[in-house]
């Protein structure tokens, strides 16, 4: 209802905030030494570690039956998925020999089968199939995976583009990125309005649609870009971002038991954080593989603009795939018609 819908849009605008100031504490860490990028989430993670022991509270939920981890099936989609990042990893270097770049593909797909074998005869899975016949809930984590994959892909090229071909500071570039952060104001504040009144389907579509329309504005970008003509796709991704990142949390539990919605939920997380590792990899394939050593200027910006085109498809696809789920609404609201009144004669 509108209360849970009010809490995931103060949850999206909270992760928004963690993400503005990741961009800022990131270019200043840099600025400072670029190892402290790596350490000072070590010592960030062990305070939020200690904050949560006391704060954190048991909900009271029941515990899972017992019967022990699904180990076999949790090593078999972890090793899926980062066999199936690897081979497009190895794009980045055709010269490498396409013998392993099939055969990591190839190793991803294998312990994909072997994943769906080990769930379907354990007696305590990891994940339960059935969950998947929940339409709403496939086309929320394609969604996902397509929507934060672009991002992803997307964020890295920018910043290839404003520090190797403009020169930028990591500062600066952190800073020029900040507007994307405005759904820490939307995201508690429209979108549960918007949700309330149209739907999250609707919501999240629109968002999508945003997000590729962002993605499409920067496809000319030049050598000498002011930042004003940067600023509409920052403020669309900051848009998109507060339509979009609330609801596909709602759209993945629609339909779903609330024992189920952890499961549900980590599913989604798991196509987040799948979905950011494919973007990322797919568009440093395409705009690494055509380059090689001293790179001119134009040519690292033709092969940036080629890569870009990686995200404008993900986004895409995303937002035909949320399409199906507008289809599937409207056909629910439909009311079947009336049959004629027949005629009799007396």
């Known amino acids: 209802g509108p209360q849970r819908t009010k809490a995931l849009g103060v949850y999206a605008?909270?992760?928004?905030?963690?993400?503005?100031?990741?961009?800022?504490a990131g270019g200043l860490l840099t600025s400072i030494g670029w190892r402290w990028v790596f350490f000072a989430p070590v010592l960030l993670s062990a305070l939020i570690l200690l904050a949560?022991?006391?704060?954190?509270?048991?909900s009271g939920a029941p515990e899972r039956p017992a019967g022990g981890f699904d180990l076999a099936g949790a090593f078999s989609i972890t090793g899926a998925m980062l066999s199936l990042v690897y081979g497009v990893v190895r794009l980045e270097h055709p010269g490498n020999g396409w013998a392993g770049t099939i055969g990591a593909f190839a190793a991803g797909l294998a312990l994909l089968a072997a994943f769906i074998?080990?769930?379907?005869?354990?007696?305590?899975?990891?994940?339960?199939?059935?969950?998947?016949?929940?339409?709403?809930?496939?086309?929320?984590?394609?969604?996902?995976?397509l929507f934060l994959g672009s991002f992803a892909g997307f964020q890295f090229l920018v910043t290839l583009y404003l520090q190797e071909v403009r020169g930028w500071s990591t500062l600066q570039t952190g800073l020029a990125m900040l507007v994307i952060g405005i759904d820490v104001i939307l995201a508690p504040t429209l979108t549960p309005?918007?949700?309330?009144?149209?739907?999250?389907?609707?919501?999240?579509?629109?968002?999508?649609?945003?997000?590729?329309?962002?993605?499409?504005?920067?496809?000319?970008?030049?050598?000498?870009?002011?930042?004003?003509?940067?600023?509409?796709?920052?403020?669309?991704?900051?848009?998109?971002?507060?339509?979009?990142?609330?609801?596909l949390t709602m759209a993945a539990t629609d339909g779903i038991d609330e024992p189920e919605h952890g499961l549900a939920g980590g599913l989604l997380y798991t196509a987040i954080q799948f979905g950011t590792a494919l973007g990322l990899s797919a568009v440093t394939a395409v705009n690494v593989a055509p380059l090689g050593d001293g790179v001119p200027p134009q040519a690292g910006l033709d092969?940036?603009?080629?890569?870009?085109?990686?995200?404008?498809?993900?986004?895409?696809?995303?937002?035909?795939?949320?399409?199906?789920?507008?289809?599937?609404?409207r056909a629910l609201r439909t009311p079947e018609p009336m049959p004629a009144p027949v005629e009799t004669s007396t």
């Open 117 to 145: 074998v080990i769930e379907r005869r354990s007696p305590n899975p990891l994940l339960r199939l059935g969950i998947l016949r929940s339409g709403p809930l496939v086309r929320a984590n394609l969604g996902a995976l």
């Open 52 to 58: 949560a022991i006391p704060l954190l509270k048991d």
């Open 13 to 24: 605008g909270t992760a928004s905030g963690g993400y503005c100031l990741g961009l800022v």
């Open 193 to 247: 309005r918007l949700v309330n009144r149209y739907g999250t389907v609707p919501v999240l579509f629109g968002g999508m649609l945003l997000a590729t329309a962002a993605y499409l504005l920067f496809l000319p970008v030049g050598l000498d870009w002011a930042y004003t003509a940067m600023l509409p796709t920052m403020l669309l991704l900051g848009l998109a971002f507060s339509l979009a990142y609330g609801p």
């Open 303 to 329: 092969a940036l603009r080629t890569a870009l085109i990686v995200p404008v498809i993900a986004g895409t696809l995303g937002a035909i795939i949320i399409a199906f789920g507008l289809r599937t609404r």
